[in-house]
T-cell receptor, first 112, second 114 residues
């Protein structure tokens, strides 16, 4: 069936380095994607979103890239900080927009 | 900053008991959701709610589950007869518009079924 998945379950980076978290999706009809950050014991927190008519969107220290040809989404975090340590989920909005489907999550660990 | 609030933060119940989890979505939002997350796993969609009715539900959301918006501010999830496998974090979420609206999540209610 349609699904959203992640390539790597855990990513460990040095403080100050850039991080790249990847996500593959299979529903070619999805038109809206969101990256969420989840810290331990908390709810998912919105980071950045992108519509399917775009291939790149930048926020503060974060960039989302969308490659519709290969159905790939990535989150880039510049100058990763200890506070960035969390689990990151990509999510896709289905056609009707009623449901956000989450991927499996990648744990980002930032080493001081 | 407006936020989604959930109560209780943690509930422990015996198998077979009924549980009601409560949520107060952001006041001007129109679309409401329940998700659950079993420990260490991904966030799974349960149900979406709009205009006082369910708009979509997943296979997880069987006859044991129900949702209600009883008074225009609260949004509740009821599990009629809890099972061990219902133990999870339950997240309420809301947004103001479909398709491009950010989904705001509450901090979650941890349900432990013994």
């Amino acid at each position: 069936g349609e699904n959203v998945g992640l390539h790597l379950p855990t990513l460990s980076v040095q403080e100050g380095d850039n991080s790249i978290i990847n996500c593959a999706y299979s529903n070619s009809a999805s038109d809206y994607f969101i990256w969420y950050k989840q810290e331990s014991g908390k709810g998912p927190q919105f980071i950045i979103d992108i519509r399917s008519n775009m291939d790149k969107r930048q926020g503060q220290r974060v960039t989302v890239l969308l490659n519709k040809t290969v159905k790939h989404l990535s989150l880039q975090i510049a100058a990763t900080q200890p506070g960035d340590s969390a689990v990151y989920f990509c999510a896709e909005n289905n056609n009707a927009g009623n449901m956000l489907t989450f991927g499996g999550g990648t744990r980002l660990m930032v080493k001081p | 900053e407006p936020e989604v609030t959930q109560t209780p933060s943690h509930q422990v119940t015996q198998m077979g008991q009924e549980v009601i989890l409560r949520c107060v979505p952001i006041s001007n939002h129109l679309y409401f959701y329940w998700y659950r997350q079993i420990l260490g796993q991904k966030v799974e969609f349960l149900v979406s709610f709009y205009n006082n009715e369910i708009s979509e539900k997943s296979e997880i959301f069987d006859d044991q589950f129900s949702v209600e918006r009883p008074d225009g501010s609260n949004f509740t999830l009821k599990i009629r007869s809890t099972k061990l496998e219902d133990s999870a974090m339950y997240f309420c979420a809301s947004r103001s518009q479909l398709n491009t609206g950010e989904l705001f999540f509450g901090e979650g209610s941890r349900l432990t079924v013994l």
